[in-house]
């Protein structure tokens, strides 16, 4: 009994997280990533969270506007995700020092002579219902940004986040990854609607799928994806036979390596029935809406978790052993090589379809293996 006690304990079971195995992790990317919802930040909230492998602190001024600056004061080192915003100014926990919208102290809490020492602000955007920050690999600023969707039906959004193991190429990635639509989601049929296109920082793919449901049987859902360098999807769903429109956006953020948050905000709407005279079709559509705003977002986050347990123990496997059926993966994979580091001995990437052959990058470091905590989800 006494071994017994001395050794007793649960062992472990099931695939290490990709965190915890040192398995293969891609340099973070550059580009914009989704730091907060905007809802999350009211005027005065001040938020910190993680971007590659560092804290950044997100506050709101007293005009609305958004700023994002690196996390420790210049004075003397102590943490602003503890400050308090003042109007405009940002007022450090320790000494209140005050810095103004521009990052410039402007006061010190003993009337003194504020010191030259400005925050280090970076480039942030919000649009769409979320606060992204600018980060690139060699410091230059944003040369695009995500642009401004429209917005469906009258409910207001529905929003959802998550931690886990996995990179956000990945994630990305998974929409033209063709095969695992009928393979891991249950699509009866899935087909691209022609050649995915590339632009410098973005891309577009048409997909329909074929689905079948008790009471409603066979149906179709066209959905067109916009992606936004590595950490932004927007996909437009429409499935005409039940006259439900959904726009989903999905933001995966490198926050270590091989490690992520994940965020997704949809809205859903109703076609208004031709049938109807159009004051009753506005009711019944909108009705429609509410009463199952709930459980098609459930259904939704359903749909992207079922990828959840893929990403968080997958390595990133390069190069991949493609087969017919894959969908259009390698092209994807060497557009993707222009948001991260050029490896030593190559030229920087300046199209789709260039240097080698290799289908992602090469000569990538092994990661150093982060303090591993389990996956969370943070309904918000």
Known sequence: MGVSREYGGAISEGPTPADAAGALALPY???????????????????????????????????????????YCPHLGAHLGLAKVDGDDLVCPFH??????????????????????????????????????WRHHDGRAPDWFIPEWHEIGHRPARNAAWELAGNVQEVIENSVDLGHFATLHGWAKAEIGGPVSYDDASFHVSMRAHESAPLVGDFVVDVEVDG?????????????????????????????PNRMQFRQKNRIAFTEAARLPAPLA????????????????RSSCEFTAADFPIWNHKQYQQPPRLAPGDGPIGPFRRWARRFYPVPEGEEELGSATTTSEATGLTGLPRPE????????????
């Open 228 to 256: 936004y360098g590595l950490g932004c999807l927007h996909a437009d769903v429409h499935t005409p036979r039940l006259g439900l429109r959904m726009c989903t956006m999905v933001m995966p953020t490198a926050i270590a």
């Open 29 to 71: 990317p550059s580009g914009w990533s989704a730091l907060a919802f905007s809802d999350e930040l009211c005027p005065g909230a001040v938020l910190t969270r993680p971007l590659a492998g560092q804290d950044v602190v997100l506050y709101r001024l007293g005009t609305g506007a958004v700023r994002a600056v690196r996390p």
């Open 96 to 133: 209140f020092f005050a810095f103004g919208p521009d990052g410039t102290c402007v006061r010190t809490g003993y009337d003194t002579k504020p010191p030259r020492s400005p925050l280090t602000q970076l480039p942030v955007h919000e649009v769409n219902g979320a606060v992204f920050v």
């Open 369 to 380: 293996v982060p303090e591993v905590t389990s996956p969370r989800t943070e309904p918000a």
């Open 282 to 297: 506005r009711v019944v559509s909108r009705t429609a809406a509410r009463l199952l705003d709930r459980a098609v977002f």
